[in-house]
């Protein structure tokens, strides 16, 4: 079958599995090559760990299907909600379910689509390790990350919060990923960025300073685990992000072509 049919087809089972779950998707493909070059060099160790001998094939004629679910609306306002001043855990802990829920979802999806187009799934995430590992350093090597394929994909431009941004979800999404070889029509990267918006910036010491810390990510760790939710969430630039005024001038002007992008919702 041609790259397009084969596009077509993988379209037609995304969309039904996001049906099935209720959720809203976004599909987007990659060559594997590139994306193999920008992974740092543990997680090429990594990739190259997962692909086994089909790494060569890859490399020459592989593909990385993006996958994105967003959270239900609404879902994300309960990120660091105050009661009398203290902090409503119970709230909280409705975003960081939901964050479970989608990492099965994605992973469920992820399999699916592997096993029809004879690929490998990248999995959601690596939970249960952030109270495991002393550094974030200790995690790299455990993971390949998503946020480089589905910047190359188009799913959206990273932002200042290093989270990818999403025209129409901004950071409201999980991501998975599939490797493949069978022939897929490719997806542009986003050109857009941030502008001048600094509101995740303004909700969060951590990202306000990170040029001055070795690695603000080391910080936000440790706040993770202070917070104890019930999975290892924080947030809270994920929420200013989709409240910022960049996204609200987005959503007003349509700056931008989404049409590579696929939505298996109307937007
Ligand atoms: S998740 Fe929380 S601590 Fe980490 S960067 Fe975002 S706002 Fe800061
Ligand atoms: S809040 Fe603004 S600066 Fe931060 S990632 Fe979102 S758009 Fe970019």
Not at 136 to 142: E, G, H
Not at 190 to 198: P, R
Not at 222 to 234: H, M, P, Q, T
Not at 250 to 263: G, K, N, V
């Amino acid at each position: 079958m041609s790259a397009s049919e084969n596009t077509q087809k993988l379209r037609e089972l995304f969309t039904v599995t996001s049906k099935q779950f209720s959720l809203r998707g976004i599909l987007c493909v990659t060559c594997y090559e590139p994306v193999y070059n920008a992974l740092m060099q543990v997680q090429k160790e990594h990739l190259k760990m997962i692909t086994g001998i089909r790494h060569t094939e890859f490399m020459k004629n592989g593909f990385i299907v993006s996958i994105a679910y967003a959270y239900p609306e609404g879902i994300i306002e309960n990120i660091g909600l105050c009661n009398e001043g203290v902090f409503d855990i119970d709230a909280w802990n409705i975003y960081a379910k939901w964050y479970q829920k989608l990492n099965y979802t994605l992973n469920e999806t992820a399999n699916r689509i592997a096993k029809k187009f004879n690929g490998i799934p990248l999995p959601a995430t690596s939970e249960g390790i952030s109270k495991k590992v002393e550094s974030v350093k200790d995690y790299f090597p455990t993971t390949v990350s998503h946020r480089v394929h589905t910047e190359q994909s188009g799913i959206g431009w990273r932002g200042r919060n290093s989270l990818i941004i999403n025209p129409v979800y901004s950071c409201t999404i999980r991501l998975a990923g599939v490797i493949t070889s069978i022939p897929l029509n490719v997806t542009p990267k986003l050109e857009a960025d941030c502008g001048n918006c600094t509101s995740c910036l303004d909700v969060c010491t951590f990202l306000r300073h990170k040029d001055k810390l070795d690695d603000y990510r080391e910080q936000c760790l440790a706040y993770i685990n202070w917070l104890s939710l019930d999975d290892e969430v924080c947030g809270k630039c994920i929420k200013a992000c989709v409240n910022s005024p960049r996204m609200n001038t987005l959503e007003s002007t349509s700056e931008l072509d989404l049409s590579p992008l696929f939505y298996t919702k109307p937007i």
